[in-house]
């Protein structure tokens, strides 16, 4: 499955459930996340308790917006079972406010930078061994003109 696909797609199944809604239409895909009732502090993936502060019963569900900043990256030359080689992860600083960790798509060594700007896409983690796509959250670079 190529980056941006329709990850409902036959043999495709989300990584872990809960972490983000596939965009409808023109709709972006977002991130599930949850936001304090009394901090504002928003966090991915989705807490039942916050983190800063140990209370319960504060958190809410929220869509998180998938634009961000590439903090730092690394490419994988080889990866592992399933992993397509070479990869690139990268640390990924949301405009929301929390970081992840996040496979790059649509990328060229030579043009990643950190501080350049990223925006989520869906598409294939990993491949299983019966031939299932796990599909989950990726970032693609943005063009500076156009972030």
């Not at 989705?46 to 634009?67: F, K, L, Y």
């Not at 600083?93 to 043009?111: E, T, Y």
Request: aromatic residues 6%; negative net charge; charged residues 25%.
């Amino acid at each position: 499955m190529r980056d941006g696909e329709n990850p409902q797609e036959q043999g495709s199944v989300p990584l872990r459930d809960g972490l983000f809604v596939d965009g409808a239409g023109d709709r972006p895909p977002k991130l599930l996340g949850s936001r304090c009732r009394e901090t504002g502090a928003v966090y991915f993936p989705a807490e039942v308790m916050n983190p800063d502060t140990h209370r319960t019963g504060t958190m809410e569900q929220v869509e998180i917006d998938g634009r961000g900043r590439l903090v730092s990256y690394t490419v994988v030359a080889r990866g592992l079972p399933g992993f397509e080689s070479p990869y690139a992860l990268g640390v990924i600083a949301l405009d929301a406010g929390p970081s992840m960790i996040a496979q790059l798509a649509d990328w060229d060594a030579d043009n990643l930078k950190c501080g350049m700007p990223v925006e989520m896409t869906i598409g294939t983690i990993k491949t299983g061994k019966d031939g299932t796509r796990y599909v989950g959250p990726k970032f693609r670079p943005l063009d500076e003109r156009t972030a």
